[in-house]
């Protein structure tokens, strides 16, 4: 049984920042991806980032230069440093866990961005 779970999201202003962390448990093979998807009111999920076992990093272009992913396969943890936050970034944070084909998802954290 595989279970991740997020934390650290929550309300900022513009311009500000917020880092979250997942972290996941169970049979968890040493080759994976994990990564970070995000679903705004009335949109579809999209890919905010991943990171490949080997450190490879894929980024939205919505975020390039703003949100750092970064991982410790000790903890089998990944987290997403977002910085420069802007209105758009508000939307629920679903952390990924690829192994072998399978997907699993955390509950999602909510990220507010305003004023």
């Known amino acids: 049984q595989v279970h991740v779970v997020e934390s650290g999201g929550g309300l900022v202003q513009p311009g500000g920042s917020l880092r979250l962390s997942c972290a996941a448990s169970?049979?968890?093979?040493?080759?994976?991806?994990m990564g970070w998807y995000r679903q705004a009111s009335g949109k579809q999920r999209e890919l905010v980032a991943q990171i490949f076992s080997s450190g490879s990093t894929n980024y939205a272009d919505s975020v390039k230069g703003r949100f750092t992913i970064s991982r410790d396969n000790a903890k089998n943890t990944v987290y997403l440093q977002m910085n420069s936050l802007k209105p758009e970034d508000t939307a629920v944070y679903y952390c990924?866990?690829?192994?072998?084909?399978?997907?699993?998802w955390g509950q999602g954290t909510p990220v507010t961005v305003s004023s």
């Open positions: 990924n866990l690829k192994i072998v084909g399978a997907d699993y």
């Open positions: 169970g049979s968890i093979f040493s080759r994976n991806v």
